[in-house]
């Protein structure tokens, strides 16, 4: 599938500079599950560094074995699936950089769950989802042209705005960016620059990915 790049996620590998280590002490064994010291350790980074939070033992413990019932499923019941994914990775990142498994994991459960994120929106998120996501914003200050961008002539709050929610979401479903508005009968162009078009993306994300968890941990663990 081609990933959107909304929905893409980026992995940092600063996990090269981490000290390595020759010995591994197996911390968790449990229904064909194993992982070691090093295996937690390099979640907590590539964590902390996509995500920005430091995970506790415990937490990094569970979403390790989440992530590897994941995988398990996946090589047993689709392995051509992820045989697709494991090629593209390797393309992307190449293949030295996914010799260390706890590394391949991680990168292809969010692969995996993107799926279902893609999926929703493909063929589920409309115009209300928008609707609910623009509501939760206190105030959406936006500034309006009339030649492309190029002079700004003021600002204005499109929150209830729903011309605006309209053309936006046209443009979203097109993957284009020209917002168009009508205000006292004259035409405008919105003007959303780069930061605040990644904000709009990232609240989209965060909204879709709530929407789905439910039905990824039902797929998980059905």
């Known amino acids: 599938m081609v990933y959107k790049i909304l929905f893409r996620i980026i992995i940092f590998f600063c996990i090269s500079i981490m000290p390595v280590k020759v010995f591994s002490n197996v911390i968790y064994d449990k229904n064909s599950i194993i992982i070691t010291n090093i295996d937690l350790n ?16 415990s937490i990094a413990i569970k979403n390790i074995v989440l992530i590897k019932k994941v995988i398990d499923k996946f090589e047993k019941k689709n392995p051509e699936f992820l045989k697709r994914i494991d090629e593209v990775l390797i393309e992307e990142y190449g293949k030295d950089r996914l010799d260390v498994q706890i590394v391949k994991d991680f990168i292809r459960y ?9 999926e929703f929106y493909d063929t589920q998120f409309n115009i209300n989802d928008l609707k609910i996501i623009f509501n939760s914003f206190e105030k959406i200050d936006l500034p309006i042209s009339n030649n492309n961008c190029l002079t700004l002539l003021e600002i204005i709050d499109f929150k209830d705005n729903t011309f605006f929610l309209n053309s936006f979401y046209d443009n979203l479903k097109k993957e284009t960016k020209k917002y168009e508005v ?29 929407k789905t968890r439910e039905d990824f941990k039902k797929f998980t663990y059905e």
């Open 42 to 57: 390099y979640y907590k980074q590539l964590y902390l560094e996509n995500f920005g939070e430091k995970l506790n033992d």
């Open 110 to 118: 969010f692969r995996i769950k993107n799926e279902f994120i893609y």
């Open 182 to 210: 009508i205000i006292n009968n004259l035409e405008y162009e919105v003007c959303i620059d780069s930061r605040t078009y990644k904000y709009f993306e990232n609240k989209i994300l965060n909204y879709i990915d709530l």
